[in-house]
């Protein structure tokens, strides 16, 4: 079959803030940029991050990247990588003044300068008293910066495949990454996009589990390509629970509620986080507030008729902070929770929110994978930044704030080393004549007529069973049960088959290879979630409740061939400061 | 619940048509959406857009039993029977509830919506009192849903012209931003019978916006200040 073919000197699948901050890189170098995305860019899902982005800027009070850089390798439970670290909380402030002088309409100091606020797990002086770090615009921080980056683009006059699929990576024989298949959803067609550089931004993939705070679209599609590719996903097993989604709905309540003095309540009205966390009490890391807030529950001191929930209570904070500063939770509120937050409490609970792992990179970008030479040897061509990547600049847990920043950091470092690839490599390799076969054939399965399972059927019992089986607590035999499960569900794919079989904007056949996607992320995750027997960060194991650094402190590789691990070494040594060693972690 | 929805694929359909359709379930807490979901369900090849699910991303805007609004935050207790869907008006439909939106893209993109300021960039944030950043509340929390355009009638004669209500809000959005140093250029650029003018204060969009914006008012600021500069 002949597929067009058009040829850029790099190729960006993904538009949220990471594949648009990368895309204006490499526009201020002149090169020919095309970005790929399957929705109108400002539909990602960085339009739903609320609470802000971390900056050590010390607007309201004294801060250091250095102090910042601490909490980020603690709330990591010490699995975060300490040079990317380094180079994310130094690089920190940079990237928010950038942000501001593209335009976008940070909330202002009464000294004009950018509004700041409290979040979880950021300290002064190495654990001291709660840092106040947080850059943010209201609680609509994500929607400000996605559009603004979005703008600056226009600007940029940036080459657009907007609602666009990305099918598969096509590669050769060494490796080398020589471009992607895409699927044109309004017309149906495949296009071969030839690139010497390959930047995959295709963000998180929350919807492997039934409750998530994540969009739709966040179907792990950049992930899937990897594994097809052959190469390993990193740290999958850890999934950040955000404490406070709305209940029922899942819809995310910003963490930037507690940081304006928010709480959250019992049903006794009791503050309970005060037992768990003395110091940090509300504004503890995520995955230990979770935790706290799932034991309530299971104790049997949740709220509502089924006690399984609990209260976000801000009603104190008075119509004017609401109003103001947390406008945008108020409408969700009122919205998917039928309460007035001015008035009432809202009921959350805990609620899959974010992917710490993802495809291995180092801190320019590069996807990098064990080879002859090494445990990170970089796959000629290939990026990844966002929350499709791991870095890992968040580890076991990451620290509210900090993913905006990821963003931002790794798009421009990977497009500055996508700058220097490319005047390495000044032409293009040749495509092997079936090169793109992998792609092509895999396009064609769903054109298979005759019946079959639903694609929806199989995708709802994937998720239902992510839920039961890898939640905020975790356990042998349930863990054990599931990956079974996850790999009878997985089986019954080749036999799924579509009634759609039209070309014209086909969004079932999109349903169907996103599905083939979250099955390669599921399997991914509850196989290294059922082989690390620890707690660390976010992945809670009943039966190994402790950390345990002399068998566990390095990170997970899965293969999709034979569901094969590998680990990998913690980079522990920083860039040029002194390294954070392991200790025990209280808030 | 029942459900008359409008159905065309060009592939395999002549014209269009609307089709009715049933779901087994309660209103509840649900939204529009979610149902719609169940109905996909059913029917694979129902086709719309969707991505956030909770009114941020702009995606699923259609005609709601005559009203423009986003699907994922209409609850369905709100609606008469049978729910009618149909794609937002006066754009092209590429296939049953998908719109081509180039037309209000491109109006978008020509109002230049992007900070201009060549003056030095200083090390620091360029400052701003929380007053002047007052100024952009209600203007930089549009979405790009279209609800507000697609309800104009001015948009539906000229949508090659009239920029429409969402590129008006946003040419004012850089205008009342006291860091935009290109407002006398943004009014040269609207000062036209049709780029601007087009809007005779209707309010439709007003109506339609499910973010609560009001693109009237903005539009009406900007008429303000060309008749400023003209006395």
């Known amino acids: 079959m002949a597929v067009a073919k058009r040829t850029f000197d790099a190729v960006i699948i993904g538009g949220g803030g990471a594949g648009l901050r990368a895309a204006l890189q490499l526009a201020k170098s002149d090169l020919k940029v095309a970005l790929v995305s399957k929705v109108f860019p400002t ?48 690089q920190a402030n940079e990237a928010v003044i950038e942000l501001e002088h593209f335009g976008m309409p940070f909330d ?62 096509v590669t050769d024989h060494h490796g080398y990454t020589l471009g992607v298949v895409i699927l044109n959803l309004q017309t149906g067609e495949p296009l071969f996009i030839e690139a010497r550089a390959t930047i995959l931004a295709t963000g998180g993939a929350g919807r492997i589990f039934a409750a998530t705070t994540n969009a739709l679209i966040n179907t792990g599609d950049g992930l899937g390509m990897v594994l097809r590719a052959g190469l390993p996903l990193e740290d ?96 969700l509120s009122l919205k998917f929770a039928h309460v007035d937050p001015i008035e009432a409490p809202i009921p959350v609970v805990p609620t899959v929110h974010y992917m710490m792992g993802g495809i291995p990179t ?56 996508v700058i220097d690839h490319l005047k390495e490599n000044p032409f293009p390799r040749p495509v092997p004549v079936d090169a793109l076969d992998p792609a092509l054939s895999r396009l064609a399965r769903w054109d298979r007529k005759g019946g079959g399972e639903s694609v929806s059927a199989i995708r709802e019992d994937l998720r239902q069973t992510m839920q039961r089986h890898c939640g905020v607590f975790r356990a042998a035999e349930v863990l054990k049960e599931g990956v079974a499960k996850v790999k009878a569900i997985a089986e019954r794919l080749p036999h799924a088959a579509l009634t759609d079989h039209s070309k014209t904007f086909n969004t079932a056949r999109i349903e169907a290879l996103e599905l083939e996607n979250l099955m390669g992320v599921a399997l991914a995750t509850i196989v290294s979630a059922e082989a690390r027997t620890e707690s660390r960060g976010a992945h809670a194991r009943d039966d190994h409740p402790q950390r345990d650094d002399r068998n566990w402190l390095k990170h997970s590789l899965y293969y999709a061939e034979d569901h094969r691990l590998d680990y990998k070494p913690v980079r522990l040594k920083p860039l040029t400061v002194e390294s954070f060693e392991p200790k025990a972690r209280s808030y | 619940m029942r459900f008359s929805i409008y159905r065309y ?29 169940l109905l996909k369900d059913q029917d694979d090849t129902l086709s719309f857009r969707r991505s ?46 998908i719109v081509d939106m180039e037309q209000f893209y491109h109006q978008y993109r020509s109002i230049k919506p992007y900070l201009i300021n060549e003056e ?54 850089f205008i009342a931003d006291s860091r935009d140093k290109a407002t006398r250029e943004r009014l040269d650029d609207l000062e036209d019978p049709y780029r601007l003018f087009r809007c005779h204060s209707i309010m439709n969009c007003v109506a339609a916006c499910p973010k609560g914006l009001n693109p009237t008012l903005a539009i009406g600021r900007i008429k303000e200040l060309l008749t400023k500069r003209t006395v």
Not at chain 1, 152 to 164: G, I, L, Q, S
Not at chain 1, 289 to 313: N, Q
Not at chain 1, 381 to 399: D, K, M, P, T
Request: with cysteine.
């Open chain 2, 120 to 173: 030095p960039e200083p090390e620091i944030e360029r400052l701003q009192s929380p007053e002047e950043r007052a100024e952009l509340d209600g203007l930089y929390e549009c979405i790009l849903c279209a609800c507000c355009s697609t309800s104009c009638p001015s948009f539906w004669w000229n949508p090659d012209k009239f920029v429409g209500p969402a590129g008006l809000l946003q040419a004012y959005r």
């Open chain 1, 236 to 331: 999958m097993e850890f999934w950040q629970f955000h404490p406070t989604g709305i209940h029922g709905a899942g819809v995310l309540v910003t963490e930037g509620v507690r940081g304006e003095g928010g709480y959250l309540v019992n049903k006794d009205g009791e503050r309970f986080m005060e037992r768990y966390a003395p110091n940090a009490k509300d504004l503890a890391s995520r995955d230990v507030v979770s935790r706290a807030m799932a034991v309530e529950i299971h104790e049997g001191r949740g709220c509502g008729p089924k006690a399984d929930h609990v209260y976000l209570k801000l009603d104190h904070l008075g119509p004017e902070v609401i109003k103001s500063k947390l406008p945008g939770i108020r409408e």
């Open chain 1, 108 to 169: 202002r100091l009464p000294d004009g300068k950018i509004y700041q606020r409290p979040f979880g797990g950021m300290t002064q002086n190495y654990g001291g008293d709660p840092a106040i770090r947080t850059c943010a615009v209201a609680d609509r921080t994500g929607h400000a910066m996605l559009h603004t980056l979005y703008q600056r683009n226009v600007a940029a006059k940036t080459h657009f495949f907007e609602e666009y699929f990305a099918v598969d990576l």
């Open chain 2, 52 to 97: 956030c699910r909770e009114g941020v991303c702009g995606s699923d805007a259609m005609n709601i039993n005559g009203f423009n609004g986003l699907a994922c935050v209409t609850p369905l207790s709100s609606l008469k029977q049978p729910i009618t869907l149909r794609p937002l008006p006066g754009l092209p439909v590429i296939r049953d509830l």
């Open chain 1, 43 to 90: 539909r990602s899902h960085t339009v739903s991050a609320q609470g802000g982005i971390a900056a050590s800027l010390g607007n309201v009070k004294e801060d250091s990247w250095h102090w910042h850089m601490y909490d980020t390798v603690k709330g990591s439970d010490y699995l975060g990588d300490q040079d990317a670290i380094e180079f994310m909380c130094r």
């Open chain 1, 362 to 417: 180092n801190l320019h970008g590069q996807v990098v994978a064990p080879t002859r030479t090494g445990p990170e040897e970089a796959i000629p061509g290939l990026y990844a930044i966002g929350e499709c990547a791991c870095v890992s600049v968040h580890g076991a847990n990451r620290l509210g704030s900090n993913s905006l920043l990821d963003l931002i950091v790794f798009g421009r470092a990977a497009g500055n080393r």
């Open chain 2, 9 to 37: 694929n060009p592939d395999t359909d002549a014209k269009p048509r609307m089709q009715d359709y049933e779901l087994a379930i309660e209103a509840g807490d649900m939204m529009l959406l979610d149902a719609m979901l």
